[in-house]
């Protein structure tokens, strides 16, 4: 009689469960953790910056433009006179709109940068940099404020001092979970992962800077007309991001908005404030 090898009727020693199925559940399981982990920390770190100082964190951060490498043009620069102009007329702004806010008091610097890419930022301690580009596309007063009020409204909510502390939070959880040692996709998968998760915090920040930009226009210039006017500049210089999804974005989409300030005018027969001449011949 010829013998034919045969699985037990029961199976018993053949599992049903997928391997691969069993990695990504532990995975996701571990990747939600951390997220979790990262937005209690997080949440901790921004309830204890409040009790920062703003003068602390002034101080602390009051040469963190020159680590950056940011092209200031300095004192030998032949532009000295027309850069020393503009940076008062900005101060002057930023002045305009500071005496309308009323939460806690904050110290602003500001100065230009000598780029070509329209931008406008704001380091902790409210060190606020214009860009030349940004000069270039802005043709009114009220455009120009609500950019700066936008950069404000970062500091006022201390944005950047909350982003450096959880971009610091995401790296120390990413070195105790993987170790120091070579791990780098596994590094790579919980950091990719903890980015997407805190882009989210970056939007709302944005809207959140939009919103109190805006406030601090129509408190200033009795109207919010020009404060969509970065924004359609972009949009018709073609330099938005938007087919990128929103998710993957650190700031929202620029279409939106433009449409969401522009839905506050009421009346877009109210003037605006040109820039002066001698703003727009130190942008050219």
Not at 241 to 269: C, G, Q
């Amino acid at each position: 009689m010829k013998f034919v090898a045969k699985l037990p009727s029961k199976n018993i020693n053949v599992t049903k469960t997928s391997h691969l199925k069993d990695f990504f559940l532990l995975m996701s399981a571990l990747l939600g953790i951390i997220f979790v982990f990262i937005v209690i920390l997080a949440i901790i770190a921004d309830s204890l910056i409040s009790y920062i100082p703003r003068t602390t964190e002034r101080e602390l951060f009051k040469n963190f433009g020159g680590v950056l490498g940011l092209p200031v043009e300095s004192k030998t620069s032949k532009n000295t006179k027309s850069s020393r102009d503009v940076n008062r007329y900005l101060e002057k702004i930023v002045a305009k709109l500071s005496k309308k806010w009323q939460g806690e008091k904050q110290t602003f610097s500001i100065k230009v940068v000598d780029m070509s890419a329209p931008n406008a930022f704001v380091i902790p301690g409210g060190y606020i940099f214009i860009t030349k580009g940004l000069l270039d596309i802005i043709k009114s007063e009220n455009g120009l404020a609500m950019v700066i009020g936008h950069e404000m409204g970062h500091q006022y909510k201390r944005h950047p001092l909350r982003s450096i502390g959880r971009g610091i939070i995401v790296v120390l959880t990413i070195a105790v979970v993987t170790g120091f040692e070579d791990s780098d996709t596994i590094s790579s998968v919980i950091g990719n992962s903890a980015a997407l998760s805190l882009l989210k915090f970056s939007r709302d920040q944005e809207k959140e800077a939009d919103d109190i930009g805006q406030s601090l226009v129509k408190s200033s210039y009795g109207h919010v007309n020009g404060t969509a006017e970065f924004f359609d500049a972009i949009i018709k210089l073609n330099l938005s991001s938007d087919k990128i999804p929103t998710f993957l974005k650190s700031h929202p989409n620029t279409h939106n908005r433009k449409m969401k300030l522009e839905a506050s005018i009421k009346d877009k027969n109210k003037a605006l404030i040109a820039l002066p001449d001698f703003v727009k011949q130190y942008a050219k």
